[in-house]
Each structure stands twice: as structure tokens, then as C-alpha cells.
């Protein structure tokens, strides 16, 4: 049976940590970095990349479109 | 089998979701969390499916959407305090093969445009209406608006609101349903996956009635203002839900199912 | 050569927009200019030049449907009386704010407040001193006929696009209610997607194509420093209108000893007096602003070289006298006959208030 991998790439720099894509995200991939990025906003990023499976959740509600979502079939 | 690296992933041939073109490149300067950033991906999203992007024509309110002409890579007119439906009719009615938008809050729709939008409805002007919810005045710091809530405290209701003292809140949306000139009322909002692609279906009928020329199309978005509101994104979001929804229930208030000027035409008379 | 008409001052106003290609008209009735819409509506010019015409909600909704249409480098207008224009000053700011040409008649009236439906010139301030908020101008036109209000629609547009302004035509209830006859202009065709590209392509919101950045319509700029430069702009262009677009007419100022200063109707009633004191052997000469903005200082300045005092005759309490003043600079006595508050003066009590003016210096 085909399986799905997805990944997602975050421009940190751009991201302000909302978090409102981590109560998106339905496989719990992402969390918000303990690091903060250069407007001091703890930025998002996949914590289990693993389990991404490239639904586009999190960038959808994304509200300054700092996500980029890929997705492989295996 | 091999271990697949998140960098045999992140390839441009494996991209399923990116930023849309009609999206400029310019940092929005919203809060962390706020709707309009999600509302203007929309947006920009529906033009460009529908490929519209020479022809359509926004027009920005005065608040916090008062620089939504910086993200959206469109032609945009920036209107004084409630008076975007004025000068989308005029733009409408003098360049009738463009689609033409207003995108409002709900102190400049509700409350000082309260006239412009009820008579641009009402005269079914063929423009699309984007109307954002949030109960607050966000850019001037979080005062009471039209559509705040019962018992909700703001800078100018600091003891929450009350009837006697400020009103009730305004369900214009309601009211914009009873026009004939309307074509299609609905409520959204955008706090959950599924709720944006409702949101963005929506809109995009709004954008597609108005080939149909069947009059206005009013698309209100329920929304947060965690800085107004006093609360994280995530806990806005929760709240919105349960306070909100129950006295701005989501769904169709109206779609007339009018498919032409002559079934518009047929309805008037 | 065009049509021999009669007609009233507010028709001669509707037809020289039909015939000048004007795009848009949205207005709001209020007496005594209603005329404009209503000989519009009966004209049905959508089914002819494709003009639209709209009767909006308020003055207010106008004045933003102006905003809207000129933003797409359309020729709008609009026409109201001296209560709807204070409703429409937040727009007219916006506009010139925006440097967004169009054209707004008001057909002045008697004030304050709901005032009277008579004629008037007491919003002269209103027009020529800004009115709105911030540092604006609108380029003003004053006719003095049935015949300059057909002519100046074509001219206050021709204005205002040349130098991205809004035009105002500052009229009132005589000029606007009376019949005279009128040369009307041969008709002109609408501006063509293409000639709209030609005059306003570098900044009407037309739709972004691919060959250009976006349009963006806007009196908003949040830095103060950038803000301070577009009012040096602004500034600028002004100083070029009041060099180059200074318009009025003077009558008998050859040999006269002492000078009206009279626009719209008042130069009218002045004229008159004029003859009167001549037949009296008084050396009385008059200079009618045709432009009350820009204002005709540079002339009236030479003037004050010349005669021994002027006289400001205006139907109100005393506006455009100011201005008077200001050019005169204390060379020569300066002074002010008014009626207002819808009276209008006679030829001969402006005749009289002249020879108290010569008798007293004052």
C-alpha cells in the first residue's frame, strides 16, 4: 500500500509563533522552537517530521503564509 | 528501505501548498494569529484560480485592513471610514467587466458605513463584500464596535457592554439577508482548516456572481483579535468558537440561487 | 459652432456634461441645483453616451462614488448646495489628497445651517480656504452666466486632469435658476480604454496587467516624513496653478478711480452699478474673478497702483474681501458690501454703498 510523507518548510525569520498551526495539524508535527527568530517571535518548526503527512492544515490557516507544504508518495 | 530525508522531500516537484502570486512579498503587519492575514490568503487565492487578477479592483476600508492594498499584487483604491461601497458602485457601474471588492471591518461596515453598505445592497450593487467580524476596533486600540458582544469588555466598554449604556450589538449581516438587491449572505470564519476552505468557497461564489450580474454577494467572516481580545491566537480562536458562533452563527443566510441578469431581473419585478 | 439654446443655468450644467463626455454623474437632491439630476435622468445619457448618472444615498456617498470613478481616470462629478458640500468637505479632501480630478458644482445657498434656499456666496471660505481637513486646493470656477455654467464643466474638467486636482464650479441660486440663452458645445465622445490608458495609465486603478505594478488609490502614507514630502508636491503643483490658470474679467477699469470686486452673480448686479455711477460722472470700474482659486491677487495688486479704493460686493458677510485685502496690502482702502443670508442686493444699493465708500474711505 502507497504511503504519504510529507514535510513542511517554515520561513522562520518571516513566522511571528501564533501557533494556530500546531492546533491544526492533525499528526502533532509541529511545535514552536525554544529559539526566537529576529523579531524575537518563538517561530515554528517540526518537531516529528516523521509524521507529516503533507495535508497543507497548518498552511492553510497560516495567517502570513510563511508555510510551504511537499508531499511524496512512497 | 532507506530512510527518506526531509530533504529528499522539500523539492520543488513534491510542493502541494505554497504562498499564492497574487500575495506580494511585503511583511502584513497584523498580530501574530490575526484573521486578515488568513482572509487575504483567501482572497489572493480565489483571484488567482480565477484568473482574474488584470481585471479585479479591491477597495480598502479605514482600520486595520486600511493596508491590505500592500499584500494583494492588484489594483486597489483606499476608501475614507465606511465608504467603500460608495466607491466600489461607482467603480462597478463605470467598468462593468471588472470584479470589483470591498474588504471592511465591522466599525467601518457596521457602524459609520452603516448607510453605504445598506444602499449599495440594496440597490444590488454587482460588487463582492468582504466583511470582518471581530467585535473590536483593532486599530485604534480596542474599542467597543457594533457587533461587540453582550457583557465584553473593550477600552470603551471596560466594564463589558451593556444595553442600556451602549446598545446591543448589531447583527447587520441579518439585516443585509432582508434586501432584495442581495444575491448571496453567508457567515464563515477561518480558525480551522475546514473552515478556510468554506471560507474560500464562498468568496469565490461571491467573485463568480458577480459575472452572473445578480446583484450584491455579502460574505461575512467571523474573526479574532487576540490583541483586542486580550488572548493568545490559539485561545481567540477557542473563544470565538464558544462565544461568537452562538450569537454569529455560521452558514447561508441567503443565496437567492439567481443564475442570471433575467431570473434577477424576473426576481426585482 | 454649436446650438442656440435657452435654458436655466443647472440644465446648461447637465447638458455640457452630456456633451463633454463625462462618464459619471452621482448626486444627492437638494434645492436649488436639483435640476442638474433630474435634467440628467431625463436625458437618459447611459442609453446615448454611455454615461452613467446615480442618485445616491447622501452627499456623502456622492462625493465617495467621485472617489471611486475618478480612481479608474473616469470624468466624474457631482452637484449639491451649500449643506450637502459641508457634508461632502471630508471627501473633497480625500480626493485632493488622493490628486484624483473630477468636477463639483455647488450651487450656493444661504447659511449657517439649514440656512434658506436663496442665493448665496458664503461659501466662498468654504471653497477657496480649504473647507476640509489638511493643506488642500480645489481649482474654483465662478460663472457669471448661463453660459459659463455650460462652459466651465468642460473647462473644470480639462483642469482638473491636467494637473490631477478636483474642480469646483462655486455658483449660486441666481445663476443656477435663471434663463439666458446658451451656445452649446458640439458633443464629444467618452474617452475610449485606450485614451483613459494615454492621460491616466500611470496611476488609475484599471485592473493590474503584467506590464505594470499596482495601482493603489491612497491618501494614506504613515510616515510622517514621506507625508511632508507629498505636501511639498502639492505645494508645488499649486503654486503652478495660481501662475498659470489665474482667469477673470475686467470691465471699465481703464480710467476708474475706484473698483468693484464682485464674482457670479454680485459682478453681475456690479456691472449694472457701474453704468449707474458713470452716468453719475463716477469713475467706478470693476474686476470680476472668474478663478476665486487661484485668485486674481497679482492684478488687483496693479490695480491698487491705480485706483483709490475697492469695494469687495459679495452676498455674504464678508469673505472674498479678505482676499481683496491681501493683494491691496494697505496701499489703498479696502472695504466690504454684502446682503446675505439669501438677500440679494440691487444695482442700486450697491451704487450707494460705493459712494458712502468713496465719501468715508471705508
Known sequence: ?74 | MAAIEIKDIIKKENLVYGKTKILTDNIMHYCPGCSHGVIHKIVAEVIEELGIQEKTIGVSPVGCSVLAYNYLDIDWQQAAHGRAPALATATKRLLPDHYVFTYQGDGDLASIGTAEILHACNRGENITVIFVNNAIYGMTGGQMAPTTLMGMATATSPYGREAALHGYPLKITELIAQLPGVAYVTRQSVQTPAAVRKAKKAIKKGFENQDKKIGTSFIEIVSTCSSGWKLSPVDSNRWMEEHMFKFYPLGDLKDSERNSEEEYKKYIE | MGELKLMKGNEAIAEAAMRCGCDGYFGYPITPQSEIMETLMLAKPWETTGMVVLQAESEVASINMLYGGASCGKKVMTSSSSPGISLMLEGISYLAGAELPCLIVNVVRGGPGLGTIQPSQADYFQTTKGGGHGDYQVIALAPASVQEMNDFVGLGFDLAFKYRIPSLILTDGVIGQMMEKVIVAESKPRWTDAEIKKISGTWATTGKTKDRERHVITSLNLESEKQEIHNHHLQAKYREIEVNEVRFEEFQTKDAEYLYVAYGSSARICQKSVQLARAKGIKVGLLRPITVWPYPTVRLSELANQVKGMLAVEMSAGQMVYDVRLAANGKIPVSHFGRYGGVIPSPDEVLVAMEKFIKEGK
Not at chain 1, 492546533?23 to 515554528?44: D, M, R, W
Not at chain 1, 490557516?61 to 507544504?69: E, G, H, M, Y
Request: aromatic fraction near 6%; hydrophobic fraction near 35%; charged fraction near 20%.
Open chain 1, 1 to 74: 500500500m502507497a504511503k504519504v510523507r510529507g514535510a513542511i518548510d517554515v520561513d522562520k525569520e518571516l513566522c511571528k509563533g501564533c501557533g494556530v498551526c500546531i492546533t491544526a495539524c492533525p499528526t502533532h508535527v509541529i511545535e514552536l522552537a525554544k529559539q526566537v527568530n529576529g523579531k524575537g517571535y518563538n517561530y515554528a518548526y517540526m518537531e516529528n517530521p516523521e509524521a507529516c503527512i503533507g495535508c497543507t492544515n497548518c498552511a492553510m490557516v497560516c495567517p502570513d503564509s510563511v508555510i510551504t507544504v511537499y508531499k511524496i508518495t512512497i
